[in-house]
C-alpha cells in the first residue's frame, strides 16, 4: 500500500514571497504519478501540478514548480511570487500507473497568504 | 465546459431519511468517482465507475449506494446514514482511469446526518 506524508500542517508566508510546501511518499511500484491539489475555502479540488516519475524532469506550471526526488521519495512544490488567491488547503496525491485510479492524498498543507 | 457539478451544495437528513446526491459533467470523460472527505481530513476514495461499470467500491457500507445512468452522469443514493457518515462528498471524474489523468472535481456535498 502506497502513504503520502506532509509534515507541515500549517504554514503562512507574505505575499510575493516563496514557500515550499513539503510531501515524502512511500510505495514498492517504479511507475506512478504524483499530484499536488488546492482546495481553497469553495471546497473544490483543483489540480496545480503533475509529476509523472519516469520523467526526471521537474514539473513548473507558470509560478508553480516541483522538486522531485525519486530516490528519496520525496516531491515538494514550490510558490514563487505567492498571490492572496493561492490561500487554501494543499494535498500532496499519488497514482499507481496501472491498475488502479485511486487517489491516494496526504493529510494536507494549510497555506495562508498574508496580505 | 470543464465543470464537475454536484447537486445540492447543502443537505440535512434525519437517520431514516432516503436521499440522493447528483453528479453531472459534460466533458466526455468516462470515469467518474465518488470521494467522502471528514472535516480536516484529505478526501478518500468511496468508488470509481469506469465506462459507466462499477469498478471499485472500497469497502463502503451498502447504506451508500453508488448508480451511474449514462457517461455524464453519477448517483449516490442515501439511506439510513449514522451521524458519523456527516461529511462532505466530493464527486470528480477524468477522461479515462488510470494513466495518472487528472481528474475534475466538483464543489462537493456538504452533508449532515441528525
Known amino acids: 500500500a502506497q502513504t503520502v506524508t506532509q509534515s507541515q500542517p500549517e504554514m503562512s508566508v507574505q505575499e510575493a514571497e516563496t514557500v515550499t510546501l513539503s510531501c515524502t511518499y512511500d510505495?514498492?511500484?517504479?511507475?506512478?504519478?504524483l499530484f499536488w491539489y488546492k482546495q481553497p475555502p469553495s471546497r473544490q479540488m483543483i489540480l496545480v501540478i503533475r509529476?509523472?516519475?519516469?520523467?526526471?524532469q521537474n514539473a513548473t506550471e507558470n509560478r508553480f514548480s516541483v522538486n522531485f526526488q525519486k530516490a528519496a521519495k520525496s516531491f515538494s512544490l514550490k510558490i514563487s511570487d505567492s498571490q492572496l488567491g493561492d490561500t487554501a488547503m494543499y494535498f500532496c496525491a499519488f497514482m499507481k500507473n496501472f491498475g488502479n485510479e485511486k487517489l491516494t492524498f496526504g493529510t494536507g498543507t494549510r497555506l495562508t497568504i498574508i496580505p | 465546459d470543464t465543470e464537475v457539478t454536484q447537486t445540492p451544495k447543502h443537505l440535512v437528513m434525519g437517520m431514516t431519511n432516503k436521499k440522493s446526491l447528483k453528479c453531472e459533467q459534460h466533458?466526455?470523460?468516462?470515469?467518474m468517482y465518488w470521494y467522502k472527505q471528514k472535516a480536516k481530513k484529505p478526501p478518500e476514495l468511496m468508488f470509481v465507475?469506469?465506462?459507466?461499470?462499477?469498478?471499485i467500491n472500497e469497502s463502503v457500507p451498502s447504506r451508500f449506494s453508488p448508480e451511474c445512468p449514462n457517461s455524464s452522469l453519477l448517483n449516490l443514493h442515501l439511506h439510513a446514514l449514522q451521524p458519523e457518515d456527516s461529511a462532505l462528498y466530493l464527486c470528480?471524474?477524468?477522461?479515462?482511469?488510470?494513466?495518472?489523468?487528472?481528474?475534475?472535481f466538483g464543489q462537493g456535498t456538504r452533508l449532515t446526518v441528525v
Open positions: 466533458m466526455g470523460h468516462r470515469a
Open positions: 465507475y469506469s465506462y459507466e461499470k462499477l469498478s
Open positions: 470528480a471524474s477524468s477522461p479515462q482511469t488510470g494513466g495518472g489523468t487528472e481528474a475534475f
Open positions: 509529476q509523472e516519475a519516469y520523467k526526471q
Open positions: 510505495t514498492s511500484e517504479s511507475n506512478y504519478y
